[in-house]
């Protein structure tokens, strides 16, 4: 992020002394201070809050140094996400994000129809739904098979929540691209390609075509939550 650099130029601070404030390397401090550094969110609220900022106000940064201008409307609450208005149409949303630490916790805070979070992410979108953004880390290679449309290992992904009910309509628009399915038992990262009738399950595809990553059926009934994936940062 462009605006680590700034503010650490403007506090009269080396990458390395920045780095020892927030204990890491001088390397990753030279990474982060990259347009697309992707930063755990651990260490971007420590930087946020090491410089007196939230991590929206960060965020809101950024986007300006890059010429997505807020346009000082008041920002907004929508399903747990925060919608900052930019120009354009634009809007950055701050969006619950769920680390991998958390997936066990998100799973059974959904099974209770409850849903607690300290932690956001930021996204800049280009129109507003009515649907639930979340943004969840992706775990495990199996969406990555090294081209434009993997999805690595630790990935920020941002996703829409849709009702799982729909996917059983086999809209052929709903398939070949990557969701993020909340089951019973854990958070994957998958293409869609189809749905069953007979078995009355989704046909999972994995983009990675070592032999550890097989194709499988999932059954609709073990999964409680669907999101298609809409931005990602690597």
């Known amino acids: 992020m462009y605006i680590i650099k700034q503010l650490r130029r403007k506090n009269n601070l080396s990458q390395s002394q920045l780095g020892k404030e927030i204990g890491v390397s001088l390397r990753t401090i030279q990474l982060y201070e990259r347009k697309d550094a992707n930063i755990p969110i651990k260490n971007l609220t420590k930087i946020a809050e090491y410089f007196g900022l939230t991590i929206a106000e960060l965020y809101m940064h950024e986007v300006n140094d890059m010429g997505e201008a807020y346009t000082k409307r008041q920002p907004f609450t929508k399903h747990g996400s925060v919608f900052y208005p930019l120009e354009y149409g634009k809007y950055l949303v701050m969006a619950?994000?769920?680390?991998?630490?958390?997936?066990?916790?998100?799973?059974?805070?959904?099974?209770?129809?409850?849903f607690s979070n300290p932690f956001q992410g930021g996204f800049i979108i280009d129109f507003l739904t009515d649907e639930a953004h979340r943004i969840f880390e992706v775990s495990g290679d199996s969406m990555d098979d090294g081209t434009s449309e993997a999805i690595p290992n630790k990935a920020y992904v941002l996703g829409l929540e849709i009702k799982k009910e729909s996917l059983t309509r086999n809209n052929e628009t709903y398939w070949k691209q990557p969701y993020i399915l909340v089951c019973s038992d854990r958070i994957i990262c998958k293409q869609l390609t189809g749905f069953d009738r007979v078995h009355k399950s989704l046909l999972c595809h994995n983009l990675n075509t070592s032999p550890e990553f097989q194709d499988f059926e999932l059954?609709?009934?073990?999964?409680?939550q669907v999101f298609k994936v809409v931005k990602k940062q690597l």
Do not use: N, T
């Not at 619950?96 to 409850?114: C, F, G, N, S, T």
């Open 96 to 114: 619950p994000l769920v680390l991998v630490e958390w997936h066990q916790k998100y799973i059974r805070d959904i099974a209770k129809d409850i």
């Open 219 to 224: 059954p609709l009934d073990e999964v409680l």
